[in-house]
């Protein structure tokens, strides 16, 4: 089991996203926990603000440290640890599948949402073990950034994946990108689904595949070609890849695309 805190200022923010779906059955199973904390709760003053503006002047406003220490201290106490304390920064350490399997280990994380400038750096000093960005952009909140964090951790919580969809089938985390996948009907306004996989000979399928991925992944990602684990047939298949590009007249432009549709 998963205990996950997440504190924000904006706790509205998330109702819906884990209430669909597998999020939502995992949940019911209590496979994760999700607790939302409204940092506001934790103010000390009469208004209950939880902002200032930045000392050494500048533009806009920051959160206060007293109402994040106030509400972390609570989750430390009221779940015995803090666990590792997240805070979602365009500065952070990048999410990756492989930071994601190593959350999803834990049994408790602390995720801190930033919102405005940011928050007081005593808070990043003191309390945050991990600071984790989804992207090289800037978005309003870390409420979104929390999000996807926790999506992408859930889902990797054993028992959360039925039996049928593995996680381990998934791009990344064999370290190439998915092959191409049909469903019914065969022939779709005249599209047809490729006839290897209709024939039914599974190593036949299997070799077409892992081409596939190779090609793909050469393509789109070379440089993520380079950390994967590649076995022998893997080579030889991606030595023919190559080959056969070559035949074709390799583009310069090879992993661009030209759009669709214009
Ligand atoms: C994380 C947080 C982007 C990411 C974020 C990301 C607002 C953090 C504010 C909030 C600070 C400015 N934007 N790429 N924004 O994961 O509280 O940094």
Same mark, same amino acid.
């Given at each position: 089991?998963?205990? !996950?805190? /997440? ?9 819906? &996203? ?7 059955? *995992? +949940? ?103 600071? !984790?960005? /989804? ?9 979104? &950034? ?7 951790? *859930? +889902? ?107």
């Amino acid at each position: 089991m998963l205990n !996950i805190d /997440i504190l924000t200022l904006f706790s509205e923010m998330f109702s819906g &996203p884990f209430d669909h779906s597998m999020i939502k059955r *995992a +949940r019911e199973q209590l496979l994760i926990v999700l607790n939302i904390i409204d940092i506001r709760d934790f103010s000390d003053n009469k208004h209950n603000t939880v902002d200032d503006t930045p000392y050494g002047g500048g533009a806009g406003m920051l959160m206060s440290p007293q109402p994040i220490f106030k509400a972390v201290e609570w989750v430390r106490e009221h779940r015995g640890t803090l666990g590792r304390c997240v805070y979602l920064s365009p500065d952070g350490e990048p999410l990756t599948q492989s930071l994601a399997e190593e959350l999803s280990r834990e049994s408790q994380l602390t995720l801190i949402c930033g919102h405005y400038e940011g928050i007081d750096q005593r808070v990043r000093d003191e309390l945050v073990t991990d600071e !984790i960005t /989804i992207g090289d952009y800037v978005l309003t909140g870390g409420e979104l &950034p929390a999000m996807v964090l926790v999506d992408t951790v *859930a +889902r990797l919580v054993p028992g959360v994946l039925g039996e049928s969809s593995s996680a381990e089938e998934d791009s990344f985390s064999e370290g190439l990108l998915e092959y191409p996948q049909y469903t019914r009907p065969r022939v779709y306004q005249g599209l047809e689904v490729p006839e290897v996989l209709l024939n039914g000979h599974h190593e036949q399928i299997r070799l077409w595949r892992r081409r596939c991925s190779l090609l793909h992944t050469l393509e789109r990602r070379p440089e993520i070609l380079e950390s994967a684990e590649l076995t022998q047939e893997d080579k030889i298949i991606l030595k023919q890849v190559v080959l056969d590009l070559e035949k074709l007249g390799l583009p310069e432009d090879i992993g661009r695309k030209k759009r669709k549709n214009s």
